[in-house]
C-alpha cells in the first residue's frame, strides 16, 4: 500500500488487534506480524513505526518468543509495550527479574520528563498494568522517563535511537492517556502525517476492484451482517450488475430481518440479487436436537450445502467475494498470530473455511480483508448504507439458533422473533441504545406458573441480555433503569403470545459469556 506502515510485531500479547486498532484510530496504517518474521522482511515493507506487542511470558525463558538484536539497528522507531517493553532491554543487555510486588489493574504512574511520548500527558496519570516482571537494569544509554510506586521502570528510552519503552498498556482505556501516548509516539517520534483515511480507501479500493475484475462476473456470499453488506456496497459501485449476492435466509434471523435486507440491496444498490429462503430445511434438519454444538454443526453444514447448491447454479466463471476481514484473517491462522513455532488458530470463521473441490472460481476477492469492524463501519456510512445495517450489532452465524435453548421449533423461533423485537424496541425509545454494545434476548426453553386474568397459564420464560464493553473480551451487564426494565417486562408479557415471566441476565464476562451458548 501507499500509505505510511505501523508494524505492530506480535509476542501472544491478547492485545494485539487493539494496538492496531488504536494506531488506525490516530490516521496510521498498520499490521500485525509474527514476532519471527524475517528482519529482511520488515526491513522491505518500509514501516514508519515498529510496535512490540505484550505477551504472557517471561522473557529470560530460553522457550519465550524473542527476536534479533539487529530489529534495532534498522533505523525505524520503536516502541516496546508491557512483554514487548521487556525484551527491548533484555535484548540490549539489561536484567529482568521477577517482581516483589506484581502490578495488576490501574496504577498511578509518575513522569518528570520532557520526553516526546509525554507531551500533553500530566505529571501524574493512571495506568493500566499487568506483569510479574521488571526490568531491574536498564541497558546502556536509556534512562527511566516515569515510575510507579512499585515499578522503577515504567517508561525508559533512548530518544538518539528512537526507541522507547512503557510496562503498561496504552491501547486499553483504562490508561488514561494511553492513545495520546501512542499518538505522540507515532507523530513526534515517527514522524507519521496521518495520511490512513476512509474516503482514500474507497476510492482506492474501488479503482482496484474494477481493474482486477474487468468484465468477469462477482459472485458475493450475503449474510446481511455488517461485513458482507459493506463489502456488496464497494463492489456495487465498482462493478454494478457484473455483481450477483446470494442472500440464504435459513429462518433463524431477527424478525423481518430477511426482508429488510432485500428490501435494503434492491433498491440502494446495482446487482443481481438472490434469496434462498429454506426455513423448512434447517428446521426438519434440527428437528430433536437440543445439544448447542451440535446445532451449531447442523447449521453450519446446511448453510454451506444451500449456498454452494445455490452458487453451482449461478456459475463459477469469474470471481467469488466475500466479507473477511482484518481480525477474521488473524483468528483463523491466515494471519500472523505469535505463537511458539506455528501460526495459532483462535476459531475458524465461517467466511474463511474451504470452498468445495468442484467449484473453481477465477480467484477470491475480499476488499475488506485489511480493515477492523470499525472501519468497515466507516465504509458503509460513506456508502450510504443505512445506519440500522452498517451499526448492526454481533450477531452470531447460527442466528437464533442459539439463543433458543433445547430444540428449535417454528414456534419458538416466532416467540424469540417477537420477544427480541419488543426489547429492542424499548431499548431504542429509551434513548440508551448507543450505551449498550449488545442486547438481545433469549429462550431459555423454561416454563414457569403465571396469573393473567382469572386464568392460571403455565408458558414461556424470556430473559434479556444487555452488555457494555470495549473491546468484546471482557463485558460487563448494563445498568439499564428500572423503569425501562418494567416497561420491557409489561409490553412482553401483554403482547407476546406464550409468555408469562422475564429475567434480565446480571452476569458479567467472565465467568458467563456474551451468548448464552
Given at each position: ?212 475484475i474487468g468484465d468477469k462476473k ?68 434440527l428437528k430433536g436436537v437440543s ?187 448494563a445498568r439499564i433503569p428500572y ?35
Open positions: 500500500m501507499s500509505n505510511q506502515l505501523c508494524i505492530v510485531l506480535d509476542f501472544g500479547g491478547q492485545y494485539n488487534q487493539l494496538i492496531a486498532r488504536r494506531v488506525r484510530e490516530c490516521g496510521v496504517y498498520c499490521e500485525i506480524k509474527r514476532f519471527d518474521t524475517p528482519i529482511s522482511e520488515i526491513r522491505a515493507m518500509n514501516p514508519t513505526a515498529i510496535i512490540f506487542t505484550g505477551g504472557p511470558n517471561s522473557v529470560y525463558d530460553p522457550s519465550s518468543p524473542h527476536i534479533s538484536e539487529e530489529i534495532f539497528s534498522i533505523g525505524v522507531p520503536i516502541l516496546g509495550i508491557c512483554y514487548g517493553c521487556q525484551l527491548m532491554a533484555y535484548t540490549l543487555g539489561g536484567k529482568v527479574e521477577s517482581c516483589e510486588k506484581s502490578e495488576y489493574g490501574k496504577i498511578e504512574i509518575t513522569q518528570g520528563s520532557d520526553s516526546l511520548i509525554f507531551r500533553d500527558v500530566p505529571e501524574k496519570s493512571v495506568v493500566w498494568m499487568s506483569h510479574t516482571d521488571f526490568v531491574s537494569r536498564l541497558p546502556e544509554g536509556f534512562n527511566v522517563t516515569a515510575k510507579s510506586a512499585d515499578c522503577p521502570c515504567a517508561t525508559f528510552e533512548a530518544p538518539d535511537r528512537k526507541l522507547y519503552a512503557v510496562q503498561f498498556h496504552p491501547e486499553v482505556t483504562h490508561s488514561e492517556y494511553g492513545k495520546q501516548i501512542l499518538h505522540n509516539f507515532l507523530y513526534n517520534v515517527c514522524g507519521c502525517t496521518g495520511d490512513w483515511v476512509m474516503d482514500d480507501f474507497i476510492e482506492n479500493t474501488v479503482k482496484k476492484l474494477r481493474e482486477q462477482v459472485i458475493l456470499g450475503l449474510s446481511g451482517g455488517v461485513d458482507s453488506s459493506v463489502a456488496a456496497g464497494l463492489l456495487s459501485r465498482a462493478v454494478g450488475k457484473q455483481l450477483t449476492c446470494v442472500f440464504v435466509d435459513q429462518g433463524l434471523m431477527r424478525k423481518d430481518e430477511g426482508d429488510f435486507v432485500e428490501e435494503t440491496f434492491t433498491k440502494l444498490f446495482d446487482m443481481n440479487f438472490v434469496r434462498v429462503n429454506c426455513k423448512d430445511r434447517f428446521l426438519a434438519a445439544d448447542p454444538e451440535q446445532k451449531r454443526r447442523i447449521i453450519g453444514t446446511e448453510f454451506y450445502n444451500v449456498f454452494w447448491d445455490k452458487i453451482r447454479e449461478q456459475g463459477t466463471d469469474g470471481f467469488f467475494a466475500q466479507g473477511t476481514i482484518y481480525p477474521d484473517r488473524i483468528e483463523s491462522g491466515r494471519g500472523n498470530q505469535a505463537g511458539h513455532g506455528s501460526t495459532a488458530v483462535i476459531k475458524t470463521h465461517h467466511n474463511m473455511v474451504k470452498m468445495p473441490d468442484d467449484i473453481k472460481f477465477a480467484g477470491t476477492i475480499e476488499p475488506l480483508g485489511d480493515l477492523f469492524k470499525d472501519e468497515v463501519r466507516a465504509v458503509g456510512e460513506k456508502l450510504g448504507i443505512p445506519h440500522d445495517l452498517v451499526w448492526r450489532q454481533p450477531f452470531p452465524g447460527p442466528g437464533l439458533g442459539v439463543r433458543i435453548i433445547g430444540e428449535i421449533t417454528e414456534e419458538k423461533i416466532k416467540i424469540l422473533q417477537e420477544a427480541d423485537a419488543v426489547f429492542r424496541d424499548e431499548i431504542r425509545k429509551s434513548g440508551i441504545e448507543s450505551e449498550l454494545k449488545q442486547f438481545f434476548a433469549v429462550l431459555p426453553d423454561v416454563r414457569t406458573v403465571g396469573v393473567m386474568g382469572d386464568h392460571r397459564t403455565y408458558d414461556h420464560l424470556i430473559a434479556i441480555r444487555a452488555v457494555t464493553t470495549d473491546d468484546f473480551m471482557t463485558a460487563d451487564w423503569d425501562v426494565l418494567a416497561r420491557v417486562s409489561n409490553r412482553l408479557c401483554n403482547e407476546v403470545e406464550h409468555v408469562n415471566r422475564v429475567v434480565y441476565d446480571i452476569t458479567s464476562k467472565p465467568p458467563g459469556t456474551v451468548e448464552w451458548e
